[in-house]
């Protein structure tokens, strides 16, 4: 997979009012973690944005980073914050890959096709938008694609369906439904099941 590239410089600034300085100098103020350790660096919100070309920020895209003064590093964004009515992005948690041990991270579900079971009124229902999984840096891909053309009603892709590679370990059981197509009925029902599910849970 293709990787990306970042600069950064370490950052003295810290605190709320020193951050919002930061910030409307065009730069975000970030944190690079790494096993139990941390330190503070500053980048342009433009390169980070130019990224991800507008989408979605997501933990599966590998970036090299070069912090001023530092050995360059391999990252992914772990975490980060963003203002709920402009979108800005306030902070950024960062973290450094060391080379041939495995990461925990998220990686985004996109389909493709159009299933057989929708020509018979079936919708396309996908239940995990996303999959949590162990990995070697170097194996992992930007979205898992799953192509859902010969799904009839019924039918699902689970985990164990799922094509990765070999150093990828899902935390999801095998079993568990990724996709499938269901009958609007169906569908209706499954959503209350969880709705009342989860408002057991609240009340209990």
């Excluded at 997979?1 to 975000?28: P, V, W, Y």
């Excluded at 919708?123 to 194996?139: G, K, R």
């Excluded at 990724?178 to 969880?194: I, M, W």
Aim: proline content about 4%; hydrophobic content about 40%.
């Amino acid at each position: 997979m293709a990787t990306r590239n970042l600069t950064a410089e370490t950052r003295k600034e810290n605190g709320k009012a020193e951050n919002g300085r930061l910030r409307k100098t065009g730069l975000i103020p970030c944190v690079l973690n790494w096993h139990g350790k941390s330190e503070n660096i500053k980048l342009k919100e433009k390169d980070f944005l130019a990224i991800f070309k507008g989408g979605s920020i997501s933990e599966s895209v590998l970036i090299d980073l070069d912090v001023k003064g530092s050995e360059k590093c391999q990252v992914f964004v772990k975490d980060f914050q963003s203002h709920p009515v402009t979108d800005e992005i306030l902070h950024v948690d960062f973290y450094k890959i060391t080379a041939g041990e495995k990461i925990h991270t998220i990686v985004p579900v996109e389909l493709k096709g159009f299933a057989v079971g929708q020509k018979k009124g079936g919708i396309v229902s996908i239940v995990e938008h996303q999959l949590a999984v162990h990995i070697l840096p170097a194996d992992l891909p930007e979205k898992f694609e799953i192509d859902v053309t010969n799904l009839d009603v019924n039918d699902a892709v689970r985990i164990k369906d799922i094509k990765a590679p070999a150093s990828a370990t899902f935390t999801f059981d095998p079993e568990h439904i990724v996709v499938h197509v269901v009958l609007p009925k169906q569908e209706q029902e499954e959503s209350a099941e969880g709705a009342a599910s989860a408002e057991g849970t609240a009340g209990a």
